[in-house]
Structures are given as structure tokens and as C-alpha cells.
């Protein structure tokens, strides 16, 4: 069956722009998630959605970041005035629910210049 | 101090050795995952385990909740098998996963 997929795979923007990055994750999937694995760092959790509930934004690193998933399926993370240090990749993954396994997409690579 | 820790952080191994990557973690966990990263980027779950010891061909992984360690042993290993190996938990009602920094493992034929 399909995966998780992330579009797009690559994007450089110039500082200051807006980014949305997508993420199509398994279908029934009810746990979505993502993270960012800067260069020669781990990675790194931003947020996540179960079903209905109000999504975990801890993670996100600053109020120019921001996620919505629309009906329970495909989300969009959205980085406002990009800055160079968000030069990273940005791996979505989707579960069953929270406490199974997570399938992870291929990721979007985003470079800031 | 990170919460979880992995050993060693690059290790190269000739092809057929068995192969040892190390997990520790300072939090009470729910569950702990062990990853596999291409150098691709893509990433693969591995495997998934509260207890005990899950194996899945070459691939063995344990853990001791008591001394809050787990281990990843590759039997046999292949060149296929250079990859990042990423360990993660799940610490107690936290749904997000807390990662390590990565074991690079090279095989050389």
C-alpha cells in the first residue's frame, strides 16, 4: 500500500519568504507527526495530531511555525520568514494511533538562502 | 545530560561481524524505537519494544527496563546495512518520541 508521502522534496527559498511543506500520511492513519533533522543534528519533534484532538505544538521552535490538518488526513506545516537556521529536512510520520509504530515519509528538504 | 544516549557514534565493521549499538536512557519510558536512516535520508522503523527482546532477521533488539538500556545486534552484517541507527522513547504519557543522536555504521566488504 501507499506510504507516507511529503511534497515537495526539495524547496530553497530566500530568506524572509513563507514555505508550506505537505504531508499525506497512510490512509486510517489517526496519529500524525513532525519533526526536523537539521544538518548533522538528530532529530528533533515539532508537533503532533491525534484524530480530533487539539494537536501537541511544543515542539515548534518559534510562533513563525505552524501546522493544520485538515480532516483528519493531509497536513501542512507553514514557516513564516524564513530564516537560515530552518535549513533542514522536515520528516513527517503518521501511526495507527500514538502507541503503535510510525511510518515515516521521505521528507522535504528546505534550504534558506 | 540527554535523555537518551547511544554508543558508539560511528562504528565500522567488516562484513560478517556482529554488530552491537547501544541505547541508554535517563526517563521512565513507555516505549523505545529503534530506527534505521538510509543515507537517502528515508527512515525505517525498525522496531518497537516496552520488554524483553523482538527479532526480525538479522536484527535482534533488546531491552532492560530495570537498567534502562536497550541494544540493537546485527548478526551477519552486509554492506546494506551502513546506515544511521537512531534510537527513540516514549517517555512515560509523552506522545511525541525523544531521539538519540544516531550510531553511523559502515560495513565493508
Known amino acids: 500500500g501507499a506510504g507516507v508521502s511529503q511534497s515537495p522534496s526539495n524547496k530553497v527559498t530566500e530568506k524572509g519568504k513563507d514555505v508550506e511543506l505537505r504531508c499525506d500520511p497512510i490512509?486510517?492513519?489517526?496519529?500524525l507527526y513532525w519533526y526536523r533533522q537539521s544538518l548533522g543534528q538528530g532529530l528533533e519533534f515539532l508537533i503532533y495530531?491525534?484524530?480530533?484532538?487539539?494537536?501537541?505544538k511544543s515542539g515548534l521552535p518559534s510562533d513563525r511555525f505552524s501546522a493544520e490538518r485538515t480532516g483528519g488526513s493531509v497536513s501542512t506545516l507553514t514557516i513564516q520568514r524564513t530564516q537560515q537556521e530552518d535549513s533542514a529536512v522536515y520528516l513527517c510520520?503518521?501511526?495507527?494511533?500514538?502507541?503503535?509504530?510510525?511510518?515515516f515519509g521521505p521528507g522535504t528538504r528546505l534550504l534558506v538562502l | 545530560k540527554n535523555e537518551v544516549e547511544q554508543s558508539p557514534q560511528n562504528l565500522t565493521a567488516q562484513e560478517g561481524e556482529f554488530i552491537t549499538i547501544n541505547c541508554s536512557y535517563s526517563?521512565?519510558?513507555?516505549?523505545l524505537h529503534w530506527l534505521q536512516q538510509h543515507p537517502g535520508g528515508g527512515i525505517v522503523s525498525l522496531f518497537m519494544?516496552?520488554?524483553g527482546k523482538k527479532k526480525h532477521g538479522r536484527l535482534i533488539a533488546t531491552i532492560n527496563i530495570q537498567e534502562k538500556h536497550s541494544s540493537l545486534h546485527i548478526t551477519a552484517s552486509h554492506p546494506r546495512d551502513s546506515a544511521v541507527y537512531i534510537c527513540?522513547?516514549?517517555?512515560?504519557?509523552?506522545?511525541?518520541?525523544?531521539f538519540g543522536s544516531g550510531t553511523q555504521l559502515t560495513v565493508l566488504p
Open positions: 490512509s486510517g492513519h489517526t496519529a
Open positions: 495530531f491525534q484524530g480530533n484532538s487539539a494537536p501537541d
Open positions: 519494544l516496552s520488554s
Open positions: 527513540a522513547v516514549r517517555s512515560g504519557s509523552a506522545r511525541q518520541l525523544t
Open positions: 526517563v521512565g519510558i513507555s516505549a
Open positions: 510520520a503518521s501511526s495507527l494511533n500514538l502507541v503503535e509504530t510510525q511510518y
